[in-house]
C-alpha cells in the first residue's frame, strides 16, 4: 500500500520561499514509478507543476519553470518541492501523487492512483 504525506506548507511573503516535503512509503524501487506535485487553488481546476521519475528525470509546467525544483531523497524515501520567488498565484493546496507505473512524464492527474492529504501555501504581499 503506497501512502503519501505532505508537509512545509504555510505562510509566506511574496518573493520567499518554501520547501515542501512528501513522506512516500510502500514505492516499490523495481517499478517504473514517478512521483508528481499538483495544486489546486480555490475555484481552479487542479493543476499538476512538477513530476519526478525514479531515476531522477524531472519535468515542470510552464507556471512554475525556473523558479521550483523537485527532487528525491531515496534514503528518506520523500520528494521535495522547493518554491522559490513565491507570487501571489502560487497560493494553492499542494498536493503530492505517486504512480508505480509511469511510462512518460506525465503530470495528467489522472495517471496517478495515489494522493496525499495536501498542504495549504499562502503567498502574500
Known amino acids: 500500500q503506497v501512502e503519501l504525506v505532505e508537509s512545509g506548507g504555510g505562510s509566506v511573503q511574496t518573493g520567499g520561499s518554501l520547501r515542501l516535503s512528501c513522506a512516500a512509503s510502500g514505492l516499490s524501487s523495481a517499478r517504473r514509478y514517478c512521483v508528481a506535485w499538483f495544486r489546486q487553488a480555490p475555484g481552479k481546476a487542479r493543476e499538476g507543476i512538477a513530476t519526478?521519475?525514479?531515476?531522477?528525470?524531472?519535468t515542470y509546467a510552464p507556471s512554475v519553470w525556473g523558479r521550483f525544483i523537485i527532487s528525491k531523497d531515496n534514503a528518506e524515501n520523500t520528494v521535495y518541492l522547493q518554491m522559490n520567488s513565491l507570487k501571489s498565484e502560487d497560493t494553492a493546496t499542494y498536493y503530492c501523487?505517486?504512480?508505480?507505473?509511469?511510462?512518460?512524464?506525465?503530470?495528467?492527474?489522472?495517471?496517478?492512483?495515489?494522493w496525499g492529504q495536501g498542504t495549504q501555501v499562502t503567498v502574500f504581499s
Open positions: 501523487a505517486a504512480t508505480e507505473f509511469c511510462s512518460s512524464m506525465t503530470r495528467d492527474e489522472g495517471a496517478f492512483p495515489y
Open positions: 519526478i521519475a525514479r531515476e531522477a528525470s524531472s
